[in-house]
Every structure is written in structure tokens, then in C-alpha cells.
């Protein structure tokens, strides 16, 4: 390795030009008023600027890591925070210390020409696929245009040829380079998003000065933006969206608004608000990043590709600020919401090590307006990705749940998005896994040991060596080959979508729809083993999830199963539970998480499965008691934290003797204060469930939500006592109640019968 500093001669500039890259004239005042008041952020900026001064700048190939100076870091990262640290320290002293400006821009220009330098000691843009765009491009960009005026002629154009070699290399031959437009080829994901950011940053830094930039910002705007970008967003991110998981969204994140704040300091462009395309992604990413966060604010939904820690997916204060920052200048209506939510992170999380001086110095105002988040609805839709998140409230020890059923919208050759479609996720009290996502999971560090990186070998061969893929909340259908679960089938092979949902205060109802379109071995046309799969989901507040599937497999004699997975080993309990069914008791530690009741098919087996031996994930797999190619599924969740406040689960149906009218069948869930009722038709997906419909419950306060019913429909509902001091509720159709858009009806019948609208 090498370790050399690069001698820098700070000359008289060539020209003198105001920054175009995000420090307008507006953000030039602030940060120089924060560094005249000597604030706590620029107080660590600077104290790191005069760590980077006390030692050499070491080429690509020299020490990575020094204790003083600068070096690449992970394949540029290293000088991508030094350079944006000391070119803001620069601008930030310029007019009120030049000397002290003028030393920290030269450590700078330093770091720009190791940065540049393409000799034998660079790193080559084919490193890793182009990986380090992201930091090399995109560090490069900022570094020139914020030190534009202490670089040479000769600087200059090293720089700006090494941006060019970077951006050619990855257009042509990166990973994700998404060069035609196309979901075949999706422009969604961390490698594509640093050539996103780096090659619009890079164009604009360099026009006037490079005689290509124009036409290269065009091309961006017209092509990479326009024709890849902004469709694909809009309509397969509307919402927000993380699918690569939380590991490598955050910067992607960032990565994609960039170029949005770049545009509009450099162009006056508003591709936010552009009339003819506008570009929501910096606006609804803001909503995505607090719905999907754990009610306890310390963990984004754990899904996809996570690596060992205390936390995987832990909130990130860098982003959490950042978003808040640039959704401020780009004037998205979310910003405040995402600046208090940003406050609460840093406040619980502290530095942790996701962001850089400089952006903690730049991106943070403390005296930014705010607004309660806590005042959005208590679940969300992310319409583009398939996703709903939702909560029992916005309080900290609240019942949360995600859910997902869309086709695969991130780039399939990365492997980060997993085969989990139409998986629920449920946290109990606030921070305690309960149904989880089991990759996640295993990458979670048990209390006082490093032991979350111990499966990854076995994480990596289930997904993508053995491709049985069982990891997940789903069907499974065993098939001849031993491959089975699902593929990345994207929207031009899988039409599998999140329909029926709707949030009706008490109760938040979905549907997972052409589940079985993502199912190998080729989708839809293949004749795979599974058939057909809809997940009906129900979630009544605080408390309860039902689901209700209805599969398909090719074959009676096909072994089949629907997967749950529980963050420690779950013990089954006798009791209370009706014959036929099975119940679960979750624990996490000594704490109940929750507990799973799985009432159909009537007679079903349940098998313990000890996830890789792992002592860490256990699987509960739930196979008929009878072979046959269609089966209906039914199972409960609850997230009582003791068992006495378990809700009782048992089948209403007309086998059952306590359905008396009409094609459906469901759950009646008995509590401590009240009753639920969700009943599903019986027939196939989609179908409609026609006329009378009638069935026996106890007499008590009960909430009833009756799914599958014709849509903005109107029914007469009564109640009249039946033997056994219970009611028959009868739904027939009539006047007094109405169905939802999504055919929907909500009640609430009190102890003496009287039926009103659901509470």
C-alpha cells in the first residue's frame, strides 16, 4: 500500500463562481451564521477538518483507515465525508477567517486529487461493478463545485475527467446501470442510485467548464430522470418505499433526492413540482420512513437484506435528518412532520454513527418548524410497493403490524429485496418482535453477544443456493425439484397487488391478490405447484389479526404449509381452544409477545421447526389435516401481553351449526371487555357473497366485520335472542347500513342486541 500526501499549491483562482450544488445564497448565510456562532455542530465539524489537516491524504491503494489525514475508507466513503466536510468548512470561513478557510479548502483540493488521480495507484471505476459512484462521483461533484475556486486549470480538469471516466464506466458497464428505461431493468436500488446522483451532480459542477456537460445534464434529465426515473417512481414507489431493506435504503434514499435539491440551486428547476412529471419520491418518502417505523422509534421495519448488530434496521438519525432537510427545500408539505419525527430519533438514538459532520452541520436546523406526527392516520398506504403499515395508536407501546403483496419492484440481480409477498410482521408493546421477519431476526445480536452474523451463510444458501426460500410469513407448496417460495417476478411477469384496503377506525382491512403469480418455477404460465393464493387480512384495534387464505396447489398429494415465524421458541397450549385448532404462546425472554390460534382447516397439524438450529427463530408450520388441492386457511394473532387478556378464538361457520344463512365463515374472538366477528366468504376469490346472511354469537357487546359483501350496498341488520343467552344477527339486504367501496360491513351490536354502526 501507498501513504503519500499530495502536495497542494493553493493558487490566485482562475475564475471565481458561487457553489451550485445545494449551498445557494440562502444556505451560504446560514451555515456562515452557525460558524460565527460557534454552534455544537460546527464546533465537531471543525474539530474533525483539523484531524483530516494533522496527517497526509493517502492515495486509493494506501491506508484506508489512518488515525489522522484522510483515507479512501470503503471504496471512497472515507473521502466522500472528508471532502463535503472540508469544502463546507470553507465556504462556511471564507469571508469571516480566509486563512483558516484557505487551509482547510487546501486539505480539500488534496482529497479531490487522490480522489482523481487514475494512475497506478487509483481504484478503477469497475471496482466491486461500480459500487464506488456513489462516493468517487458523487464526492467528486461537491468537491469541485464547493472548491471550485482553489483549483487550478490543471486540477480542474483531473477532476472533471475522472468524473467522466466514472460516470462512462457505470453508464456502460455498472451494475443497476439501468441504461434503457424498462421495470425489466429497474432503475431501484443503491447502485443505481449513486450513478443517479453522481452523474446529475457531475454534470452540473462541470458546465461551463467541460464542453459535454450540457449535453450530459439533458440526457439525465430527459432520459435517466424522465424516461427511467420518474415513471418508475411514481407509479412503483408511490408512497414511499424501502424494498432492498434498511441496510442500503437510507443512502439510496438521499442518493435519489439529490439530484432534485441540485437542480433547483443550480437550474431553478422544480422537479418535484414539475407539471408534466412531477417526482412525489421526495415528498411521500418522509410519511413512508414514520409509518414504518416501530412504535418505540428505535426500528424500521426489518425486512430484506440487514447485516448483524444490536439493531438491524435501527432508525437512522442521517436520514431521518437529511430527508427532513431536503424535503424543507424542495417545499414537500411532509417536511415538518419529518423534522419533529427527526428530533425524536436523534433524541433516542444519539450519534450513531449515520451521518457526517458535514451533514449535521448543514442539513440540521434546530429551530426548523415542526408539526405532530402523531396526528397522521394510524395506517398507511404505500400504494406503488403494495405496502400498509398500522398501528394500534401513536403511543410508544403500541401494537404495530406491516404488510405486504406486490410484485417485485427492485433490482432482481441484487438480491436484496426478499420472497416474502403477502408476509405480515406484527411488534408487540411497542418493541417486541412478535411475528417476525425472520431474516431480520437472525441478524439481531441476542443481548450481550455478537451472534447476529452467525446464519448469514445459511440466510444466503436458503435464498439463493437451495432456493427453498421458507424464511418467509407465507404458502409454501413443496415441489419435485426441492425448489420452492417465491422468485423476483417483477410487474411484466407477476400481476400480484395490495387490494381492499380501507381503515375503519376500529378495524384496518387488506387483500393480497395473484399471490401465486410470484411462485417458481415461471409465474403465472408455468403451472407451478401453487395455483392460486389470496390472503385476506384483518387487523382489529389494539389487538388482533385474522387471516384468511384461500390456496390452490397443483396436486391433492403436494405437500403444503403455511409458515409463521416467532422471534424465540413459542410453546403450544391446551387451552383454552376449540377442537380441531391449535394455539401458540409466543414469549420473547420471559415477556408473552403474543399468541397465534390456528382454527382452520379444521383438524390441521402444526410442526415446531428450529429455524437453522439457530435456538433463535423457530417456525410453527401449519398443514391440513385432509390432502386437498384447495384449502382455506385461518389463523389469529394477538398481542395480549398476558394470557389473561387473551382474546378466546372459535369458527363460525355453518359445519360449525353457528352460521344459519349465507355463503361465509370466520372467527368469533371472545375478550375480557368485548367481542369481535370477522366473517370471509366461503367461494373463491373475489366472489361475492349474495343475500341473507345470519349467525350466532354470544350475547355481549360484540364488533362484527363481515367481508366479500357486494360494494356501497345497503343491509338491514338486527339482532333477536336465541337459546343459550346468545343473539342471531341477521344482515339481509335492505336499508339502515351500508357497505364500504371494498364490500364491507362494520358493526357493533351492544349486550342487549341493539345494532348500530361499528365504533
Known amino acids: 500500500g501507498v501513504s503519500v500526501s499530495i502536495p497542494v499549491t493553493v493558487v490566485a483562482p482562475v475564475t471565481t463562481r458561487a457553489p451550485r450544488l445545494w449551498l445557494d445564497a440562502a444556505t451560504l448565510s446560514a451555515i456562515r451564521a452557525r460558524a460565527a456562532a460557534d454552534t455544537a455542530a460546527w464546533s465537531a465539524l471543525k474539530s474533525r477538518c483539523d484531524t483530516y489537516i494533522a496527517g497526509p491524504v493517502n492515495l486509493p491503494d494506501g491506508n484506508a483507515y489512518p488515525d489522522a489525514g484522510v483515507g479512501q475508507g470503503y ?35 488534496e482529497v479531490l486529487m487522490a480522489m482523481s488521480d487514475m494512475g497506478a495507484h487509483a481504484q478503477p471505476p469497475s471496482t466491486d461493478s461500480g459500487y464506488g459512484i456513489r462516493f468517487y462521483g458523487a464526492g467528486m461533484a461537491l468537491g469541485y463545485d464547493w472548491l471550485h475556486d482553489l483549483l487550478t486549470s490543471t486540477q480542474r480538469q483531473q477532476v472533471l475527467t475522472a468524473m467522466d471516466n466514472w460516470v462512462a464506466f457505470f453508464e456502460q458497464s455498472g451494475f443497476e446501470n439501468a441504461i434503457a428505461p424498462g ?39 430527459d432520459r435517466i430522470h424522465g424516461r427511467m426515473v420518474e415513471p418508475d417512481y411514481q407509479r412503483y414507489m408511490a408512497g414511499g418505499g424501502a424494498p432492498e431493506g434498511w441496510n442500503y435504503s437510507p443512502f439510496a434514499t438521499e442518493n435519489m433526492i439529490y439530484p432534485a435539491l441540485a437542480a433547483k440551486t443550480a437550474k431553478g428547476l422544480d422537479l418535484v413540482n414539475d407539471a408534466a412529471r412531477p417526482f412525489d419520491f421526495p415528498d411521500e418518502q418522509g410519511p413512508y420512513l414514520i409509518h414504518f417505523t416501530w412504535p418505540s422509534r428505535l426500528t424500521m421495519d426489518d425486512r430484506g437484506t440487514l447485516y448483524n448488530s444490536d439493531n438491524p434496521g435501527a432508525t437512522s438519525v442521517g436520514l431521518s435528518m437529511s430527508l427532513a432537510y431536503l424535503q424543507a427545500a424542495l ?54 410497493n403494495g405496502e400498509v403499515a398500522m398501528r394500534s395508536s401513536w403511543a410508544t407501546d403500541a401494537t404495530w403490524c406491516s404488510f405486504r403483496s406486490a410484485p417485485y419492484i427492485a433490482n432482481g440481480g441484487g ?33 450481550g453477544k455478537n451472534d447476529g452474523g452467525t446464519w448469514d451463510d445459511q440466510i444466503y444458501t436458503d435464498l439463493f443456493g437451495s432456493k427453498v426460500r421458507d424464511l418467509f410469513n407465507v404458502f409454501y407448496v413443496k415441489t419435485a425439484s426441492g425448489d420452492y417460495g417465491q422468485a423476483a417476478y417483477d410487474p411484466t411477469i407477476a400481476n400480484t397487488a395490495l387490494t381492499h384496503y380501507e381503515d375503519g377506525g376500529g378495524y384496518v382491512r387488506m387483500r393480497g391478490e395473484k399471490l401465486e403469480e410470484l411462485y417458481r418455477p415461471g409465474g403465472p404460465a408455468s403451472g407451478g405447484a401453487v395455483s392460486a393464493w389470496t390472503r385476506d387480512f384483518v387487523f382489529l384495534r389494539p389487538k388482533l389479526f385474522v387471516v384468511y387464505d384461500r390456496t390452490t396447489a397443483s396436486t391433492s398429494t403436494a405437500d403444503q404449509w403455511m409458515a409463521w415465524h416467532f422471534g424465540k421458541i413459542p410453546a403450544e397450549d391446551s387451552g383454552p381452544i376449540e377442537s380441531g385448532a391449535h394455539r401458540w404462546d409466543a414469549y420473547y425472554g420471559s415477556q408473552l409477545a403474543g399468541v397465534m390460534t390456528t382454527l382452520m382447516p379444521v383438524g390441521n397439524a402444526t410442526k415446531l421447526v428450529n429455524v437453522f438450529n439457530s435456538g433463535k427463530v423457530y417456525r410453527v408450520e401449519v398443514r391440513p389435516g385432509a390432502p386437498a388441492t384447495d384449502q382455506r386457511w385461518l389463523t389469529v394473532f394477538d398481542t395480549a401481553s398476558t394470557l389473561s387478556d387473551t382474546d378466546t378464538a372459535s369458527r363460525l361457520s355453518a359445519a360449525e351449526g353457528n352460521v344459519s344463512s349465507g355463503a361465509v365463515q370466520g372467527v368469533l374472538l371472545q375478550g375480557l371487555s368485548s367481542n369481535h366477528v370477522v366473517l370471509f366468504g366461503t367461494g373463491a376469490a373475489g366472489a361475492t ?14 364488533v362484527v366485520v363481515i367481508t366479500d359483501l357486494p360494494p356501497d350496498t345497503g343491509y338491514a341488520v338486527s339482532a333477536a335472542a336465541a337459546p343459550g343467552n346468545e343473539f342471531t344477527i341477521t344482515a339481509a339486504p335492505g336499508s339502515g347500513f351500508t357497505t364500504t367501496a371494498n364490500g364491507t360491513l362494520y358493526l357493533s351490536m351492544s349486550a342487549t342486541g341493539a345494532v348500530t354502526v361499528g365504533p
Request: aromatic fraction near 14%; include cysteine; hydrophobic fraction near 40%.
Open 331 to 384: 417545499g414537500a408539505p411532509s417536511a415538518p412532520f419529518v423534522h419533529k419525527y427527526a428530533r425524536d430519533v436523534r433524541a433516542l438514538q444519539g450519534d450513531d454513527g449515520s451521518y457526517g459532520r458535514w451533514m449535521d452541520f448543514l442539513f440540521w436546523d434546530d429551530a426548523a418548524p415542526e408539526s405532530d406526527y402523531t396526528t397522521y392516520p394510524l395506517s398507511y398506504l404505500a400504494q406503488g
Open 183 to 221: 421495470i425489466a431493468n429497474p432503475p431501484n436500488g443503491n447502485y443505481f442510485a449513486g450513478f443517479y446522483s453522481a452523474s446529475a451532480l457531475a454534470a452540473l459542477a462541470a458546465e461551463g467548464e467541460d464542453a459535454d456537460a450540457p449535453a450530459r445534464w439533458t440526457d439525465w434529465l
Open 415 to 447: 438480491g436484496h429485496e426478499y420472497f416474502d409477498q403477502g408476509g405480515p410482521a406484527i411488534v408487540s408493546q411497542g418493541h417486541i418482535p412478535f411475528l417476525v421477519n425472520a431474516t431480520g431476526e437472525l441478524e439481531r445480536n441476542t443481548p
Open 75 to 109: 471504496q471512497g466513503s472515507d473521502y466522500y465525508e472528508a471532502v463535503l466536510d472540508l469544502g463546507l468548512a470553507y465556504q462556511a470561513l471564507k469571508l469571516s477567517d480566509p486563512a483558516s478557510a484557505n487551509a482547510y479548502g487546501a486539505k480539500g483540493v
Open 689 to 702: 357473497v349474495n343475500g341473507t346472511i345470519a349467525f350466532t354469537c354470544p350475547a355481549a357487546a360484540t
